[in-house]
C-alpha cells in the first residue's frame, strides 16, 4: 500500500488537540552532552525535584496514557468512543478558511486555500481532492481541543499551634492572590475559546490540582467563576485532575473521550451538512458545457473542474466526514456515488485527458476509493461483494487502459495490476491479523443434486450448485501470488520494449514477445526512465515469498500444499533469472522430492531444465549427470531423448568422476525409469524344490531411443540367499542379428549364494532402439517355504572413468507403456502367451500338503438331551512325523427354542474349541478322540466345521516331554507352521430328533371345603391357603418314546416347585416309580403319570385371567440302547408341568350326594351356593322340584329364598332322603336361581314378554362326583380352555 498517500488509506477517526501537557522545563533545558569535555558524563537531574514535584510525573504519565489509546491504522473495524489525539502547544493556530481575513470585504468571495477556485491552490483550476485535505482534518483540524492548565494553590502556611486561629490578613491576600490568578487563567482560556468559536470547535480545561486543594472548601467557588469569566459551556467543558495512579488516568482518559464524543460528532455533522448544501447547488445547475478542442496529450489547460469533478469532490468529502463520524453504511454510499461519477469522468478523454497530471491524480482517488469500499465490505463480512467490487474496479480499468494505449502489451498496464492484486493482499493480511476470517468455499454436498423421489434435478439448478473460483474470497497468499505473477508480466514487457529500443533491427524471433516488441516501436514508453530503476527480480521475489509464507500458514489440505510447492518453484525461478543459482539449486532439491513421489511429471520436466541449466552455471558435472539421466527418462520424443544422451556423452567425456573409483548412484525408484520391466513367473506357485520358470523382459517405449547410451552392465537382484544375474554388453557379431525388435538371453538356473560358484556374467546387447525389447529368461527353486521374486534392478553406465550405478524397481514402466504380462513363447516368428493372472510378478513357495486320512464315525441321529459321541479317527499316511492340533467350531442353529453345546476333552463349549492336542503322530500310526454334541430346546440339524491342523516336526523332537506336552491351540504351533503346516477342514451336519415326548390331561375339580369367613383375620396370612375357588388339578402325564432306536428308562421323578398359587399333593410315582424303573421301551411306547395339584388363586390373579405356572417338573433319566446291545451315556430330560388356568365361576350350586343308599333308611344330600363374584352380591332362591315317580321321601326345605351372598360368601343347605326303590335311583331335581335382576309385573308398564324376566338366571347345579372339567396340553407352555365333562342326572346307587 506503499504506492499510494497514506492519507487516503487510513480509517478515519475522531480528532482531538491536547494542548498544555509540555515537559516540564527541567528535564527538556538540561545541557548537551557534546558540551562536556570528553572525560565528563552528564550528571542526571536530582531525585528530589522529581519526588518535590509530582505534576511533572503527571504530565509524562498523561502524554504516554493519552496517545496509547488510539493507533492510526488502515484496518480499523472496531467502532469505540476513541479520538485520534495528537498533543500540541498552547499557542497552537488553526489553517485559516480563506485567504483574506474575516474583515476584508472579498471574505464572502472567498474560497479555501485548498479550493480549484483558488489560483494558489495545488488544485487549481480542475483538480479533484489532495491528501493534503485529510491532513487538514486528520492533523490541523480538531473536532475537540482539550487544554491543561495548572490551577493556582496558595503555599501552606502551618500553624504553630492547632489552637491558634487562622490570620486574617494571610487569608486575604490569599483570596486576592487566587482571584487574580484566575483572572488571568480565565483570560487564557477566553482567547482559546474564541479561536475554537470560529470554527466549531469544542474547548474542554482540565485543571490540574493537589489532593489538598479537592478537599478546599473553595474549589467549587471557584471553578464556577472560572467557567464563567471564559465562557465555557456548561457540559462537558471543565474537569479537574490530581495525580493519581496510571491505572486511573487510563479510567480518565477513557472517560474524557466518553464526555467529548458526541460534540466531536455534531462537529463533522455540522461539515456534512456544509458540504450537501454546496452538492446541492452544484447539482442543481445544469451544465452547458461543450467540448473544447482537442489539445495534445499532456499539454496543460485552465479549463475550470466541471459538475461531474465537483460532484466527486462533494461525496468524497461526505464520505470522509461520515467516516469521521464512525457511520460506515453512510461513509459505503457516499464513496459509492463518487467512485460511479469518478467512473463517468474517466469514460470520456475529453473531460480526463490520459496521461496528463489531472488523469494521474484521478487513478490514485479512484484507486484508494477503490480499497475504502472494499474495506468497508469487508467490516461487514459481505466478502463476495467485496471482492465484487475489486474485480470490478480492475477490469473497468483495464477496460480503460486499452483505450488510452496501455493494454495488456505495456508495461505499465501490468504494474497497475500487480499494485492492486498486492493493496488487496495487504489489506486482506492486515485484516486477518486482526479479526477478519476467510470463507471456506465449501462444495455443497453432491447428495443435494437428487429431489427426494430420486430424479435428478435441472441442468441450471445443478450448476447453481458450483463455485466460480474468482467470485469467491481467499486468503492474502492467492492475491500476492497474482501480484508476482503480474510483476513477471510487466518484467517481461520492459524487457522486450528495452531490446527494442537498443537494437531497433534486431529479429523478432529471438525477443520473447515480437508481437509486442514490435508495437512498441522504437520509442521509449513514458515511464522508461523509472521503470529502468525498478529491480524488478527483488520485487518479483518479494511477493512470491510473502505468497509462500501466506500459503504455508493456511496449507490445511494437500491440494494447498502443491500449490505452495508450486510457489516454491517460481521462487527457485527467480532466483535462477537473478542469477544465484546456488540458493535454485537448494529449492530444487527440495521441490523435486515431492514432485517425483506424488508423479506430477508435467511440472517436474520444466523443473528438471532449469535445474539443469542451474547445474551448468554453477559447473557441477556429477549433477548435470545427475539430472541428465533423470531427463531421459521424462523424454516426450525420441529427438528429445537422443538430444539428452549426447548432451550426457559430452559430459562423460569432457569431465572426470569428482569420486574416480567410486560410483554416482542416481536413484531412480521414484522417478520414470530409463526402461520398461516387465517380471513373469510361469506358475503362481510351486513346492519345495520345484522349479520355477521366469522371464524378465526389459524396453524402451515408442518415444525414447538408448541406442547411444553407454550401458555397460544389468544387474538383477532376486530374493535375499541367491546370487544375482549380470548382464555384461556385448555389441552383436556380424552374424548376430541386431536390429531384433525382440531379442531373448537365456540364464539358466539361478543359484543360492552359498554355494562355491563364481559370479557368471551373461553377455547381451544392452542398446535398446525405441519399442525394442530384451527377454531375461531362467528358473529359480528353493528349499525352504517363502516367494520369490526380483527385488531390485541396477543399471550400470560407464564412460571415460565415469561409473554411474541406476536402481530401478521392477515391474515399473512409462506412461504411455502398458505391462500386461505375457509369456514369450516363439522368436520365429514371435509370439506371447497372455497370463490371466492379476499378479504375475512373484511365485510362493510351499511344503508338500500333509496326508491324513480322517474319519468320523457317529450313530446318527442325535437325541436331544442325550451327549452325542462323535469319533474323530486320524491316520497318518505321510512319511513324515506329524504334531495334530484339532478346532472344532459348533455352528449358530436357525431353529428357534434350540440350545446347543458341545464337549472336547475337558473343554465345553456352545461356539469355538480350540487347541485339542492329539500329540505327534507316527507315519502310518492313528489317533482317536471322542467329541460330544449335547442339543435340546427343538429338533432339527446342527453343524460342525473341525479344523485338523498339522505340523511336521522332527522324530527325535516328537519323542521328547509328549507325555507331559500340554495342549497348544494353533496360534502356538505359528513358528511350525511357518517351517511345514497344513490343515484340512470337515464340515458334518448331524441331524437331532427328539428322544421323548410328553402329553399332558388336566382335569379340574371344584372344592368341597367351605370357603372361609369374610371376617376371617386368618385370610391376610402369609401361609394361608385356600384352594375353595381353584379347586385340584389332576394332571395326567403321558410319555411317549419317540426315539428311532430303544431306550433305556432308568428313573422317573417328580421335581416339586410349589408356588403362591399351586402346589403339588400328591404323585403316582412316589409310590410305584422302583417297581417300574428300570425298564426298555421301544419306539412308540408309552408310561404314564398322575399328580394332583391344589390351587389357590388370588383375587387379582381372578379377574386378570392369568394362568398358573405348573409347581415342578418330570425328570427322566434314560440311556440310547446302541445297535451292539450296549448302553449309551446317561441323557437326563425334563418336562415341565402345564401351565394350569383358574375356573371362572361367578354364583355355582355345588350338590353333594353319597354314592349308595340302604332301602328305608335316611340319608342326607348337602346343596352349598357360592358366590364368586368380585362385587356383586346374589338374590338366590332355591326350589326341590319333587316328582311323584321319583323314588324318594324328601324332608327338607321345598321353596325359599336364601339371604343375600356377599360377594365372596356361601349358604349350605341340607335335606333327608329316604329311599323306597333299589337300583340307580335318580336324585329329586333342585332348582337354584338368582333373582337379582328379575323384573316383576308390578314394577313394569306392561306384561313381561318372558318367562326368563319374571324368574330370573338359573344357578348351575354341578354334581361334586362327577365335577370333571378336562384339557390336553402338548406341551407345558400350551393352555386351553377347559371342556365340561360332567352328565346330566345325578343318581344314587340304592341297595337292599
Given at each position: 500500500m506503499n504506492s499510494y498517500p497514506a492519507e487516503l488509506l487510513v480509517q478515519l477517526a475522531p480528532v482531538m488537540f491536547v494542548a498544555g501537557l509540555d515537559l516540564p522545563s527541567a528535564t527538556s533545558t538540561s545541557p548537551p552532552s557534546t558540551?562536556?569535555?570528553?572525560?565528563?558524563?552528564?550528571?542526571?537531574?536530582?531525585?528530589?525535584?522529581?519526588?518535590?514535584?509530582?505534576?511533572?510525573?503527571?504530565?509524562?504519565?498523561?502524554?504516554?496514557?493519552?496517545?496509547?489509546?488510539?493507533?492510526?491504522?488502515?484496518?480499523?473495524?472496531?467502532?469505540?468512543?476513541?479520538?485520534?489525539?495528537?498533543?500540541?502547544?498552547?499557542?497552537?493556530?488553526?489553517?485559516?478558511?480563506?485567504?483574506?481575513?474575516?474583515?476584508?470585504?472579498?471574505?464572502a468571495s472567498a474560497h479555501s486555500p485548498l479550493s480549484p477556485l483558488t489560483p494558489s491552490s495545488p488544485l487549481y483550476p480542475d483538480g479533484l481532492i489532495a491528501p493534503i485535505w485529510i491532513r487538514k482534518h486528520t492533523q490541523l483540524l480538531p473536532s475537540v481541543f482539550v487544554l491543561f492548565l495548572r490551577l493556582f494553590e496558595a503555599p501552606a502556611i502551618h500553624a504553630r499551634s492547632p489552637l491558634d486561629p487562622p490570620d486574617p490578613e494571610h487569608e486575604r491576600d490569599k483570596t486576592e492572590e487566587e482571584r487574580r490568578?484566575?483572572?488571568?487563567?480565565?483570560?487564557?482560556?477566553?482567547?482559546?475559546?474564541?479561536?475554537?468559536?470560529?470554527?466549531?470547535?469544542?474547548?474542554?480545561?482540565?485543571?490540574?490540582?493537589?489532593?489538598?486543594?479537592?478537599?478546599?472548601?473553595?474549589?467549587?467557588?471557584?471553578?464556577?467563576?472560572?467557567?464563567?469569566?471564559?465562557?465555557?459551556?456548561?457540559?462537558?467543558?471543565?474537569?479537574?485532575?490530581?495525580?493519581?495512579?496510571?491505572?486511573?488516568?487510563?479510567?480518565?482518559?477513557?472517560?474524557?473521550?466518553?464526555?467529548?464524543?458526541?460534540?466531536?460528532?455534531?462537529?463533522?455533522?455540522?461539515?456534512?451538512?456544509?458540504?450537501?448544501?454546496?452538492?446541492?447547488?452544484?447539482?442543481?445547475?445544469?451544465?452547458?458545457?461543450?467540448?473544447?478542442?482537442?489539445?495534445s496529450m499532456g499539454v496543460a489547460n485552465t479549463r475550470p473542474l466541471r459538475p461531474e469533478g465537483w460532484t466527486v469532490r462533494y461525496e468524497y468529502k461526505m464520505a470522509c466526514f461520515a467516516e469521521f463520524r464512525g457511520e460506515d453504511e453512510v461513509a459505503l454510499k457516499h464513496y459509492q456515488d463518487a467512485y460511479a461519477t469518478l467512473m463517468i469522468m474517466f469514460g470520456s478523454t475529453a473531460i480526463l485527458p490520459p496521461r496528463t497530471k489531472r488523469w494521474a491524480e484521478a487513478k490514485v482517488l479512484a484507486d484508494a476509493i477503490n480499497v475504502k469500499i472494499t474495506k468497508l465490505y469487508l467490516y461487514n463480512s459481505e466478502h463476495s461483494l467485496a471482492l465484487s467490487h475489486h474485480n470490478s474496479h480492475m477490469r473497468r480499468f483495464a477496460d480503460f487502459s486499452r483505450g488510452w494505449g496501455i493494454g495488456e502489451e505495456t508495461f505499465e498496464y501490468w504494474s497497475w495490476m500487480a499494485r492492486q492484486h498486492r493493496v488487496l493482499a495487504e489489506?486482506?493480511?492486515?485484516?486477518?491479523?486482526?479479526?477478519?476470517?476467510?470463507?471456506?468455499?465449501?462444495?455443497?454436498?453432491?447428495?443435494?443434486?437428487?429431489?427426494?423421489?430420486?430424479?435428478?434435478?435441472?441442468?441450471?439448478?445443478?450448476?447453481?450448485?458450483?463455485?466460480?473460483?474468482?467470485?469467491?474470497?481467499?486468503?492474502?497468499?492467492?492475491?500476492?501470488?497474482?501480484?508476482?505473477?503480474?510483476?513477471?508480466?510487466?518484467?517481461?514487457?520492459?524487457?522486450?520494449?528495452?531490446?527494442?529500443?537498443?537494437?531497433?533491427?534486431?529479429?523478432?524471433?529471438?525477443?520473447?514477445?515480437?508481437?509486442?516488441?514490435?508495437?512498441?516501436?522504437?520509442?521509449?514508453?513514458?515511464?522508461?526512465?523509472?521503470?529502468?530503476?525498478?529491480?524488478?527480480?527483488?520485487?518479483?521475489?518479494?511477493?512470491?515469498?510473502?505468497?509462500?509464507?501466506?500459503?504455508?500458514?493456511?496449507?490445511?489440505?494437500?491440494?494447498?500444499?502443491?500449490?505452495?510447492?508450486?510457489?516454491?518453484?517460481?521462487?527457485?525461478?527467480?532466483?535462477?533469472?537473478?542469477?544465484?543459482?546456488?540458493?535454485?539449486?537448494?529449492?530444487?532439491?527440495?521441490?523435486?522430492?515431492?514432485?517425483?513421489?506424488?508423479?506430477?511429471?508435467?511440472?517436474?520436466?520444466?523443473?528438471?531444465?532449469?535445474?539443469?541449466?542451474?547445474?551448468?552455471?554453477?559447473?557441477?558435472?556429477?549433477?548435470?549427470?545427475?539430472?541428465?539421466?533423470?531427463?531421459?527418462?521424462?523424454?516426450?520424443?525420441?529427438?528429445?531423448?537422443?538430444?539428452?544422451?549426447?548432451?550426457?556423452?559430452?559430459?562423460?567425456?569432457?569431465?572426470?568422476?569428482?569420486?574416480?573409483?567410486?560410483?554416482?548412484?542416481?536413484?531412480?525408484?521414484?522417478?520414470?525409469?530409463?526402461?520398461?520391466?516387465?517380471?513373469?513367473?510361469?506358475?503362481?506357485?510351486?513346492?519345495?524344490?520345484?522349479?520355477?520358470?521366469?522371464q524378465l523382459s526389459f524396453s524402451t517405449p515408442t518415444n525414447i531411443d538408448l541406442s547411444t547410451l553407454p550401458i555397460d552392465s544389468v544387474t538383477i537382484t532376486f530374493s535375499d540367499g541367491y546370487c544375482p544375474v549380470v548382464l555384461r554388453h556385448s555389441p552383436p557379431t556380424d552374424g548376430q542379428v541386431a536390429d531384433r525388435a525382440v531379442r531373448l538371453v537365456k540364464v539358466g538356473k539361478v543359484v543360492p549364494e552359498d554355494e562355491d560358484e563364481e559370479l557368471e556374467e551373461i553377455c547381451a546387447d544392452l542398446r535398446w532402439r525405441p519399442g525394442e525389447r530384451l527377454v531375461v529368461s531362467g528358473s529359480i527353486s528353493s528349499e525352504a517355504p517363502g516367494l520369490l521374486t526380483v527385488v531390485g534392478i541396477t543399471v550400470v553406465l560407464a564412460q571415460n572413468g565415469w561409473t554411474i550405478e541406476m536402481p530401478h524397481e521392477p515391474c515399473v514402466s512409462h506412461e504411455i507403456s502398458t505391462l500386461v504380462p505375457r509369456w514369450l513363447t516363439s522368436l520365429q516368428p514371435i509370439r506371447f502367451l497372455q497370463l490371466g493372472r492379476d499378479d504375475c510378478s512373484s511365485v510362493v513357495v510351499r511344503h508338500r500338503p500333509h496326508e491324513l486320512a480322517v474319519s468320523l464315525s457317529h450313530q446318527a441321529p442325535a437325541l436331544l438331551d442325550e451327549e452325542y459321541p462323535i469319533a474323530i479317527d486320524i491316520t497318518n499316511?505321510?512319511?513324515?512325523?506329524?504334531?495334530?492340533?484339532?478346532?472344532?467350531?459348533?455352528?449358530?442353529?436357525?431353529?428357534?427354542?434350540?440350545?446347543?453345546?458341545?464337549?472336547?476333552?475337558?473343554?465345553?463349549?456352545?461356539?469355538?474349541?480350540?487347541?485339542?492336542?492329539?500329540?505327534?503322530?507316527?507315519?502310518?500310526?492313528?489317533?482317536?478322540?471322542?467329541?460330544?454334541?449335547?442339543?435340546?430346546?427343538?429338533?432339527?440339524?446342527?453343524?460342525?466345521?473341525?479344523?485338523?491342523?498339522?505340523?511336521?516336526?522332527?522324530?527325535?523332537?516328537?519323542?521328547?516331554?509328549?507325555?507331559?506336552?500340554?495342549?497348544r491351540s494353533s496360534s502356538s504351533l505359528s513358528e511350525h507352521a511357518t517351517i511345514d503346516s497344513c490343515e484340512k477342514l470337515q464340515t458334518i451336519v448331524i441331524p437331532t430328533s427328539g428322544a421323548l415326548a410328553a402329553t399332558y390331561d388336566v382335569a379340574y375339580r371344584r372344592s368341597k371345603d367351605a370357603m372361609p369367613a369374610l371376617a376371617d383375620l386368618s385370610t391376610v396370612e402369609d401361609d394361608f391357603w385356600d384352594d375353595s375357588y381353584g379347586g385340584v388339578a389332576v394332571?395326567?402325564?403321558?410319555?411317549?418314546?419317540?426315539?428311532?432306536?430303544?431306550?433305556?428308562?432308568?428313573?422317573?421323578?417328580?421335581?416339586?416347585?410349589?408356588?403362591?398359587?399351586?402346589?403339588?399333593?400328591?404323585?403316582?410315582?412316589?409310590?410305584?416309580?422302583?417297581?417300574?424303573?428300570?425298564?426298555?421301551?421301544?419306539?412308540?411306547?408309552?408310561?404314564?403319570?398322575?399328580?394332583?395339584?391344589?390351587?389357590?388363586?388370588?383375587?387379582?390373579?381372578?379377574?386378570?385371567?392369568?394362568?398358573?405356572?405348573?409347581?415342578?417338573?418330570?425328570?427322566?433319566?434314560?440311556?440310547?440302547?446302541?445297535?451292539?446291545?450296549?448302553?449309551?451315556?446317561?441323557?437326563?430330560?425334563?418336562?415341565?408341568?402345564?401351565?394350569?388356568?383358574?375356573?371362572?365361576?361367578?354364583?355355582?350350586?355345588?350338590?353333594?350326594?353319597?354314592?349308595?343308599?340302604?332301602?328305608?333308611?335316611?340319608?342326607?344330600?348337602?346343596?352349598?351356593?357360592?358366590?364368586?363374584?368380585?362385587?356383586?352380591?346374589?338374590?338366590?332362591?332355591?326350589?326341590?322340584?319333587?316328582?311323584?315317580?321319583?323314588?324318594?321321601?324328601?324332608?327338607?326345605?321345598?321353596?325359599?329364598?336364601?339371604?343375600?351372598?356377599?360377594?365372596?360368601?356361601?349358604?349350605k343347605l341340607s335335606w333327608n332322603l329316604i329311599p323306597i326303590e333299589c337300583g340307580h335311583v335318580k336324585i329329586p331335581r333342585i332348582k337354584v336361581m338368582n333373582v337379582r335382576r328379575a323384573t316383576l309385573p308390578s314394577q313394569g308398564v306392561g306384561v313381561p314378554n318372558t318367562e326368563d324376566d319374571v324368574e330370573g338366571e338359573a344357578v348351575k347345579v354341578v354334581d361334586v362326583r362327577a365335577d370333571r372339567n378336562t384339557a390336553r396340553v402338548q406341551s407345558a407352555d400350551d393352555g386351553t380352555v377347559a371342556i365340561p365333562q360332567q352328565d346330566g342326572s345325578s343318581t344314587i346307587l340304592v341297595l337292599p
Amino acid at each position: 500500500m506503499n504506492s499510494y498517500p497514506a492519507e487516503l488509506l487510513v480509517q478515519l477517526a475522531p480528532v482531538m488537540f491536547v494542548a498544555g501537557l509540555d515537559l516540564p522545563s527541567a528535564t527538556s533545558t538540561s545541557p548537551p552532552s557534546t558540551s562536556q569535555s570528553p572525560g565528563q558524563t552528564q550528571s542526571p537531574p536530582p531525585a528530589p525535584t522529581k519526588i518535590q514535584d509530582p505534576f511533572a510525573s503527571l504530565i509524562v504519565r498523561l502524554r504516554d496514557a493519552l496517545q496509547s489509546q488510539h493507533k492510526v491504522a488502515i484496518w480499523a473495524p472496531e467502532r469505540t468512543r476513541a479520538f485520534q489525539m495528537i498533543l500540541v502547544g498552547k499557542d497552537v493556530r488553526f489553517p485559516p478558511r480563506k485567504l483574506v481575513p474575516p474583515e476584508d470585504l472579498a471574505y464572502a468571495s472567498a474560497h479555501s486555500p485548498l479550493s480549484p477556485l483558488t489560483p494558489s491552490s495545488p488544485l487549481y483550476p480542475d483538480g479533484l481532492i489532495a491528501p493534503i485535505w485529510i491532513r487538514k482534518h486528520t492533523q490541523l483540524l480538531p473536532s475537540v481541543f482539550v487544554l491543561f492548565l495548572r490551577l493556582f494553590e496558595a503555599p501552606a502556611i502551618h500553624a504553630r499551634s492547632p489552637l491558634d486561629p487562622p490570620d486574617p490578613e494571610h487569608e486575604r491576600d490569599k483570596t486576592e492572590e487566587e482571584r487574580r490568578r484566575d483572572n488571568d487563567l480565565s483570560a487564557e482560556v477566553a482567547a482559546r475559546k474564541k479561536t475554537t468559536n470560529e470554527r466549531g470547535i469544542k474547548l474542554t480545561v482540565v485543571l490540574l490540582a493537589t489532593r489538598r486543594m479537592l478537599d478546599d472548601p473553595s474549589l467549587d467557588s471557584r471553578l464556577t467563576f472560572i467557567r464563567r469569566q471564559s465562557g465555557l459551556d456548561s457540559r462537558a467543558a471543565l474537569f479537574v485532575l490530581s495525580p493519581v495512579s496510571t491505572s486511573e488516568l487510563n479510567d480518565f482518559a477513557r472517560s474524557l473521550q466518553d464526555a467529548l464524543y458526541e460534540p466531536a460528532l455534531e462537529y463533522y455533522t455540522s461539515h456534512s451538512k456544509r458540504v450537501r448544501r454546496k452538492r446541492n447547488r452544484h447539482s442543481q445547475s445544469v451544465s452547458s458545457y461543450n467540448p473544447p478542442a482537442l489539445v495534445s496529450m499532456g499539454v496543460a489547460n485552465t479549463r475550470p473542474l466541471r459538475p461531474e469533478g465537483w460532484t466527486v469532490r462533494y461525496e468524497y468529502k461526505m464520505a470522509c466526514f461520515a467516516e469521521f463520524r464512525g457511520e460506515d453504511e453512510v461513509a459505503l454510499k457516499h464513496y459509492q456515488d463518487a467512485y460511479a461519477t469518478l467512473m463517468i469522468m474517466f469514460g470520456s478523454t475529453a473531460i480526463l485527458p490520459p496521461r496528463t497530471k489531472r488523469w494521474a491524480e484521478a487513478k490514485v482517488l479512484a484507486d484508494a476509493i477503490n480499497v475504502k469500499i472494499t474495506k468497508l465490505y469487508l467490516y461487514n463480512s459481505e466478502h463476495s461483494l467485496a471482492l465484487s467490487h475489486h474485480n470490478s474496479h480492475m477490469r473497468r480499468f483495464a477496460d480503460f487502459s486499452r483505450g488510452w494505449g496501455i493494454g495488456e502489451e505495456t508495461f505499465e498496464y501490468w504494474s497497475w495490476m500487480a499494485r492492486q492484486h498486492r493493496v488487496l493482499a495487504e489489506l486482506l493480511e492486515q485484516g486477518s491479523n486482526s479479526s477478519l476470517t476467510f470463507p471456506t468455499n465449501s462444495p455443497p454436498l453432491l447428495t443435494a443434486g437428487v429431489t427426494s423421489a430420486g430424479t435428478p434435478v435441472e441442468l441450471d439448478a445443478v450448476r447453481a450448485f458450483g463455485l466460480n473460483p474468482s467470485h469467491a474470497l481467499q486468503h492474502p497468499g492467492h492475491y500476492y501470488y497474482m501480484a508476482a505473477r503480474c510483476t513477471e508480466a510487466r518484467r517481461e514487457r520492459f524487457l522486450a520494449n528495452e531490446v527494442c529500443l537498443l537494437s531497433p533491427n534486431i529479429e523478432p524471433s529471438i525477443i520473447s514477445h515480437p508481437k509486442e516488441a514490435i508495437s512498441q516501436g522504437t520509442s521509449a514508453a513514458p515511464g522508461y526512465v523509472n521503470e529502468k530503476k525498478v529491480d524488478h527480480l527483488s520485487l518479483i521475489l518479494e511477493l512470491y515469498t510473502k505468497s509462500y509464507e501466506v500459503f504455508k500458514k493456511h496449507s490445511s489440505t494437500t491440494s494447498q500444499g502443491r500449490l505452495t510447492l508450486w510457489i516454491a518453484y517460481r521462487i527457485a525461478h527467480t532466483y535462477y533469472e537473478s542469477e544465484k543459482f546456488d540458493v535454485a539449486v537448494r529449492f530444487f532439491e527440495r521441490i523435486a522430492k515431492t514432485y517425483r513421489r506424488e508423479k506430477w511429471k508435467h511440472m517436474l520436466r520444466p523443473l528438471l531444465s532449469t535445474w539443469y541449466a542451474c547445474a551448468q552455471k554453477l559447473s557441477d558435472v556429477e549433477l548435470m549427470a545427475t539430472l541428465l539421466v533423470e531427463m531421459i527418462g521424462y523424454a516426450q520424443d525420441v529427438n528429445e531423448s537422443r538430444t539428452l544422451q549426447e548432451d550426457l556423452l559430452a559430459v562423460l567425456k569432457s569431465s572426470v568422476s569428482v569420486s574416480p573409483g567410486k560410483p554416482l548412484i542416481v536413484d531412480l525408484k521414484e522417478s520414470d525409469p530409463l526402461l520398461d520391466t516387465m517380471l513373469v513367473f510361469w506358475v503362481p506357485e510351486v513346492r519345495v524344490g520345484e522349479e520355477a520358470g521366469f522371464q524378465l523382459s526389459f524396453s524402451t517405449p515408442t518415444n525414447i531411443d538408448l541406442s547411444t547410451l553407454p550401458i555397460d552392465s544389468v544387474t538383477i537382484t532376486f530374493s535375499d540367499g541367491y546370487c544375482p544375474v549380470v548382464l555384461r554388453h556385448s555389441p552383436p557379431t556380424d552374424g548376430q542379428v541386431a536390429d531384433r525388435a525382440v531379442r531373448l538371453v537365456k540364464v539358466g538356473k539361478v543359484v543360492p549364494e552359498d554355494e562355491d560358484e563364481e559370479l557368471e556374467e551373461i553377455c547381451a546387447d544392452l542398446r535398446w532402439r525405441p519399442g525394442e525389447r530384451l527377454v531375461v529368461s531362467g528358473s529359480i527353486s528353493s528349499e525352504a517355504p517363502g516367494l520369490l521374486t526380483v527385488v531390485g534392478i541396477t543399471v550400470v553406465l560407464a564412460q571415460n572413468g565415469w561409473t554411474i550405478e541406476m536402481p530401478h524397481e521392477p515391474c515399473v514402466s512409462h506412461e504411455i507403456s502398458t505391462l500386461v504380462p505375457r509369456w514369450l513363447t516363439s522368436l520365429q516368428p514371435i509370439r506371447f502367451l497372455q497370463l490371466g493372472r492379476d499378479d504375475c510378478s512373484s511365485v510362493v513357495v510351499r511344503h508338500r500338503p500333509h496326508e491324513l486320512a480322517v474319519s468320523l464315525s457317529h450313530q446318527a441321529p442325535a437325541l436331544l438331551d442325550e451327549e452325542y459321541p462323535i469319533a474323530i479317527d486320524i491316520t497318518n499316511v505321510d512319511e513324515r512325523h506329524l504334531d495334530v492340533v484339532v478346532d472344532v467350531l459348533l455352528q449358530p442353529t436357525e431353529v428357534d427354542q434350540a440350545a446347543q453345546y458341545i464337549v472336547f476333552d475337558d473343554q465345553r463349549s456352545s461356539g469355538l474349541i480350540k487347541g485339542i492336542r492329539l500329540g505327534t503322530i507316527a507315519p502310518g500310526v492313528s489317533a482317536t478322540k471322542t467329541l460330544y454334541l449335547v442339543g435340546s430346546g427343538a429338533p432339527g440339524d446342527r453343524m460342525l466345521d473341525i479344523s485338523i491342523q498339522s505340523t511336521s516336526v522332527q522324530p527325535e523332537s516328537a519323542s521328547e516331554g509328549e507325555e507331559d506336552a500340554e495342549p497348544r491351540s494353533s496360534s502356538s504351533l505359528s513358528e511350525h507352521a511357518t517351517i511345514d503346516s497344513c490343515e484340512k477342514l470337515q464340515t458334518i451336519v448331524i441331524p437331532t430328533s427328539g428322544a421323548l415326548a410328553a402329553t399332558y390331561d388336566v382335569a379340574y375339580r371344584r372344592s368341597k371345603d367351605a370357603m372361609p369367613a369374610l371376617a376371617d383375620l386368618s385370610t391376610v396370612e402369609d401361609d394361608f391357603w385356600d384352594d375353595s375357588y381353584g379347586g385340584v388339578a389332576v394332571v395326567t402325564t403321558r410319555i411317549e418314546c419317540l426315539a428311532p432306536c430303544g431306550l433305556v428308562i432308568e428313573n422317573l421323578k417328580l421335581h416339586r416347585q410349589d408356588n403362591p398359587l399351586a402346589k403339588v399333593l400328591d404323585c403316582s410315582s412316589d409310590e410305584n416309580s422302583d417297581d417300574m424303573f428300570p425298564d426298555e421301551y421301544l419306539p412308540g411306547d408309552e408310561f404314564c403319570n398322575v399328580s394332583r395339584i391344589s390351587l389357590s388363586p388370588r383375587e387379582e390373579q381372578v379377574l386378570g385371567e392369568e394362568k398358573i405356572t405348573g409347581p415342578g417338573n418330570y425328570e427322566v433319566v434314560w440311556r440310547r440302547i446302541l445297535p451292539d446291545g450296549g448302553r449309551g451315556r446317561e441323557s437326563t430330560t425334563r418336562f415341565t408341568l402345564p401351565t394350569l388356568i383358574i375356573p371362572q365361576d361367578e354364583l355355582i350350586a355345588l350338590l353333594d350326594a353319597p354314592s349308595f343308599a340302604r332301602l328305608h333308611v335316611p340319608t342326607t344330600i348337602y346343596v352349598t351356593v357360592r358366590n364368586r363374584h368380585s362385587s356383586r352380591s346374589a338374590n338366590v332362591t332355591v326350589a326341590l322340584d319333587l316328582d311323584p315317580s321319583d323314588a324318594f321321601v324328601v324332608a327338607g326345605l321345598r321353596n325359599g329364598r336364601l339371604p343375600i351372598l356377599l360377594p365372596g360368601s356361601e349358604e349350605k343347605l341340607s335335606w333327608n332322603l329316604i329311599p323306597i326303590e333299589c337300583g340307580h335311583v335318580k336324585i329329586p331335581r333342585i332348582k337354584v336361581m338368582n333373582v337379582r335382576r328379575a323384573t316383576l309385573p308390578s314394577q313394569g308398564v306392561g306384561v313381561p314378554n318372558t318367562e326368563d324376566d319374571v324368574e330370573g338366571e338359573a344357578v348351575k347345579v354341578v354334581d361334586v362326583r362327577a365335577d370333571r372339567n378336562t384339557a390336553r396340553v402338548q406341551s407345558a407352555d400350551d393352555g386351553t380352555v377347559a371342556i365340561p365333562q360332567q352328565d346330566g342326572s345325578s343318581t344314587i346307587l340304592v341297595l337292599p
